[in-house]
């Protein structure tokens, strides 16, 4: 009884990041713009990740992009925790954060956002071509809470 109940629980698991998955890759619509171009220049954005007396934040985190720019950002983790970087609304990143609760352990390596160990870097190559203010985010549960998150604003 125990046994079966914790396997359904496991197959929901898969059956809901599975779904996350194809769901987040099939429609490619991103609020935040859209998935840059390797071929076309871009300016390069250095932010750092890490913990800090209680908090969890990023260096900077605040940044100004010209609408159309297209922005490369670096991402390190100078943390002792796993940290993620992901781009996007602040809606679509607390309806992602929600899902998160249910499934902590996704990882990310999308278009709009990674998982970064501790000690490596991840780059995130992103064109803004909408205006408007955007958010990046941890949003490992409890992480964007404790302040692990920035603002792009785009003009
Ligand atoms: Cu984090």
Excluded at 77 to 85: I, Q, S
Excluded at 96 to 115: R, V, W
Aim: charged share 25%; hydrophobic share 40%.
């Amino acid at each position: 009884m125990k046994r079966s109940s914790l396997t359904a629980a496991t197959f929901a698991f898969f059956l809901g990041a599975a779904m996350f998955a194809a769901t987040a890759h099939q429609g490619e619509h991103f609020l935040a713009g859209e998935p840059g171009n390797p071929k076309k220049p871009a300016r390069v954005i250095q932010v750092t990740a890490r913990e800090a007396d209680g908090k969890m934040l990023f260096v900077p985190d605040k940044v100004d992009v010209r609408k159309g720019e297209q922005i490369r950002f670096i991402i390190r983790n100078n943390g002792l925790l796993a940290h993620e970087f992901v781009l996007g609304s602040v809606k679509e990143n607390d309806k992602h954060a929600e899902l998160m609760k249910k499934y902590p352990d996704m990882e990310h390596d999308d278009p709009n956002g990674k998982s970064i160990e501790p000690g490596k870097t991840a780059e995130i190559l992103w064109r803004f071509s909408k205006a408007g203010t955007f958010e990046f985010a941890c949003l490992i549960p409890g992480h964007r809470e404790a302040g692990m998150h920035g603002s792009v604003t785009v003009k």
